[in-house]
Each structure stands twice: as C-alpha cells, then as structure tokens.
C-alpha cells in the first residue's frame, strides 16, 4: 500500500512532454557574412585592416516575435577585451545588416578580434576575426 502511493505521489510531480509548451521564439541563424566592401563572401581572400568597416549580413531562420528585441553585434578585441564597435536594429525581419566602425573613429589596433551575434538576450553565434595592418602600397 505504502508503495502504491509513493508511486502515485511520484508520478503526480511528472509533467508529460506531450504537453510542455514549444520553445517560444526559438530563432536561428541560417547564415552570417562579414564584409569589407571590398571582396564579397565566403570566397574572400583579403585580410580584414584596421582601416576597413565591416558589413555583418545576419539571415535568421525566421522572422523573430515582435517583442525580441534587436538584433545585435558586438566586436570585441581579444587581447584587450575592449569592446571595440557595437551596431543594432530592429529585428523585424529575418535578414539585418549591421555596420561596425571604430569607436571615436578611431583605427581598430591589429590582433584577434571576436564578433558576438544576438537577438534580445540570446547569443546566435560567435566568430574570430583577425585584423592586420594594410598591405603596403605597391
């Protein structure tokens, strides 16, 4: 008997999957480019320089809630960790573009470099960026 309704009091606290809600705006990202202006794509061969502002192309996998938030990307020196530019927007479709220049227009010192990608709260992905010094004119 006791074990009878040990069992039931146990089963009571379990919740059926069935039933738990799907996660709410569960976004992702399809695909992230970061540019220069100069050369497009994966197919890059170019280092980034100090002196390039970069376009960061985020393609989510669906529009997000309204009530998101924005998207957002921070680039971040790795040696420093100084937040190095910062640009957002509104996430109201699936696709942004989101320019990162220097902050007080200065250059951004040479070395690694880590771009956070988020949408409200949620990180959607990170990525390392090395920045060099411009090839010497030829």
């Not at 992230?32 to 890059?44: C, E, Y």
């Amino acid at each position: 008997m006791i074990f009878f309704l040990l069992s039931a009091v146990a089963a009571c606290g379990k919740a059926d999957p069935s039933h738990e809600p799907a996660a709410a705006g569960a976004i992702a990202l399809q695909s992230l480019t970061i540019d220069s202006g100069d050369a497009h794509g994966p197919g890059r061969t170019k280092p980034f320089t100090v002196q390039d502002v970069l376009t960061v192309e985020v393609i989510l996998s669906a529009a997000p809630a309204a009530d998101a938030g924005q998207i957002r990307a921070r680039f971040i020196n790795l040696a420093t960790g100084q937040v190095a530019s910062t640009a957002s927007e509104a996430a109201t479709t699936k696709q942004a573009r989101l320019t990162l220049t220097p902050k007080n227009a200065r250059e951004w010192e040479p070395g690694r470099y880590v771009l956070e990608v988020s949408v409200g709260n949620t990180l959607l992905t990170t990525r390392d960026v090395d920045i060099s010094e411009p090839a010497p004119a030829s």
